[in-house]
């Protein structure tokens, strides 16, 4: 089999990437580990900042979003019983959508097989070769049969537990790498949200987060040892908890319910470098990961695909290769900047088991800053709708 760009990984980067290449009319085939209601089955954040919005309408795939989604204007920081709000209209002029990842990923998925776009499921032994040749190929096992996709490009889109990074040499890669000490514990529950804005809160106890899906879908986290198993917590207890660490104005007034998912995410900085080997270019959480306290994960992921979408673009309609040849330094450029907001949003709002007084001093000293200072609620606005491209 032939294409001009091989796509590894039918998650939203894949999917993404290979619906934008469709509408330029270059060729792609999507190589998927698992099958598509595997992929649908993962719970995953769901803010989107205005550059994502933009990539889906480009694709054309922005109809469901554009109808079910929320505009968010603001969001609140809740410090103990104390709260403020963002407001991102205010600071930046622009606001944030709130869609799942999963309904994003589903619209993907739709449009891909609404365009006979090849996906090919269940596919084992990915193996990437000759990157580095201007004649790169790509083998893998279906049903058991070993098969063979010819192609100019590879686009490894398949996460951080994906063949892509791998290929790369360890005398080129280079990571960088920050493991957090908790997790976060979460729970979708078919209740109405406590609040018609996201709410970050640090309390004592620890971070929690108030987030939605729809008017009778809620989304909540609470920060949780690392050593926790989600059959620690009863909904019980969950709801207890959550109370415990927002506001009383809205503890007294949150809906609580049976959870119909319940996991526990570890928190992890993570970035490898370069995101380009030959004919190899990596995007989204096979190059980098950020802690969700940013919602930066699904949006550096698209600002990826932005560089290398136009990047092949050029490549391949005008035998430029400006955009291919400077992807790496310009997409690292953007995710170093989304991975120091997620570590100082992390910093800001969680507890560390090795915190100590004067520890404790510094963060609340900064969140005061931020209650009170308008340069500061601002630099957070910015970073929180998005970065320029
Ligand atoms: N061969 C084929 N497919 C693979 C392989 C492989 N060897 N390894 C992994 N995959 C598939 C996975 O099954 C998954 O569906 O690649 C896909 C990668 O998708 P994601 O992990 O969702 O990564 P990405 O598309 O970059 O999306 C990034 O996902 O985790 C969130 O916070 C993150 O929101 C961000 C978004
Ligand atoms: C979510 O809705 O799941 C969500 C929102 C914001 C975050 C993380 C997760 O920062």
């Not at 949200?193 to 108030?210: D, K, N, Q, T, W």
């Not at 503890?251 to 030959?278: H, N, Q, Y």
């Not at 290769?321 to 910093?347: C, H, P």
């Amino acid at each position: 089999m032939r294409t001009q760009v091989l796509i590894i990984g039918g998650g939203p980067s894949g999917l993404l990437l290979a619906q934008l290449l469709d509408r330029k009319g270059i060729d792609t085939i999507v190589l998927e580990r698992k099958t598509r209601s595997y992929v649908l089955g993962r719970i995953r954040a769901g803010i989107l900042e205005q550059g994502m919005v933009k990539l889906m309408r480009k694709a054309g795939v922005s109809e469901r979003m554009d109808r079910e989604s929320y505009v968010h204007d603001g969001t609140v920081i809740a410090c103990g019983d104390e709260q403020f709000r963002i407001d991102f209209t205010k600071h930046t002029g622009t606001p944030v959508v709130v869609y799942g990842q999963t309904e994003l990923t589903c619209d993907l998925y739709d449009a891909r097989e609404a365009a006979d776009g090849e996906i090919i499921y269940e596919v084992e032994h990915v193996e990437i070769n000759d990157a580095k040749s201007d004649r790169p190929y790509v083998t893998f096992q279906k049903d058991g049969i070993a098969q063979r996709i010819d192609c100019d490009y590879v686009a490894g889109c398949d996460g951080f537990h994906g063949v892509s990074r791998q290929t790369i040499p360890l005398t080129v890669r280079k990571e960088y790498e920050k493991v957090y000490p908790f997790g976060w514990l979460g729970i979708l529950s078919e209740t109405p949200p406590v609040h018609h804005e996201l709410i970050y809160s640090s309390s004592e106890r620890g971070f929690a987060l108030c987030s939605m899906r729809n008017d009778n879908l809620s989304r909540y986290y609470i920060q949780c040892s690392l050593s926790d198993r989600p059959d620690d917590w009863s909904d019980q207890l969950f709801w207890d908890e959550l109370k415990r660490r927002i506001p009383s104005d809205y503890a007294d007034k949150l809906v609580t319910g049976p959870s119909i998912e319940k996991s526990i995410a570890p928190l992890r900085s993570f970035v490898t470098e370069p995101m380009r080997w030959g004919r190899l270019f990596l995007c989204g959480d096979a190059a980098h990961i950020v802690p969700p306290t940013g919602a930066k994960g699904l949006n550096t992921a698209a600002s990826d695909i932005h560089y290398l979408y136009h990047g092949l673009v050029q490549a391949i309609h005008d035998n430029n290769n400006e955009g291919i040849d400077r992807y790496s330094e310009r997409a690292l450029a953007r995710v170093w900047k989304a991975e120091r907001f997620s570590w100082w949003m992390t910093s800001l709002l969680h507890r560390f088991p090795e915190q100590n007084a004067f520890d404790l001093k510094m963060q609340s000293a900064e969140l005061a800053f931020l209650q009170s200072n308008n340069e500061a609620q601002s630099a957070l606005a910015q970073n929180y709708v998005g970065l320029p491209y």
